[in-house]
């Protein structure tokens, strides 16, 4: 049974040069690129990307469905869900 939409912010955005000038030129529902990461910090850690760039990563608290996920080859996908209240960019994660 698949999961609704999950909307997060994109964690680290900040400390990826051009990730911010990227973000604000993504239209609302771009495509984004979930990808798993062998991170010494986080071994659950999902990157997201714009095609090749790196924008930052799913957030820790909402990082473990989406990696057990992706590990099991289930294409989750996510698409640029614009700005919250707080200018941090966000996300929506949909299950199939």
């Not at 071994?43 to 095609?51: K, P």
């Not at 957030?59 to 209240?85: I, M, Q, R, S, Y």
């Amino acid at each position: 049974m698949a999961q609704p939409p999950l909307t997060v912010p994109i964690a680290g955005y900040r400390h990826y040069r051009g990730a911010r000038e990227r973000l604000l030129d993504l239209a609302l529902g771009t495509p984004l690129r979930l990808v798993r990461e062998n991170h010494p910090k986080d071994s659950l850690a999902v990157q997201v990307r714009a095609e090749d760039q790196m924008l930052g990563y799913v957030p820790k608290a909402n990082n473990v469905d989406v990696a057990w996920a992706l590990d099991g080859g289930v294409a989750v996908k996510a698409v640029f869900a614009g700005f919250t209240t707080d200018s941090v960019p966000a996300m929506q994660i949909v299950w199939p």
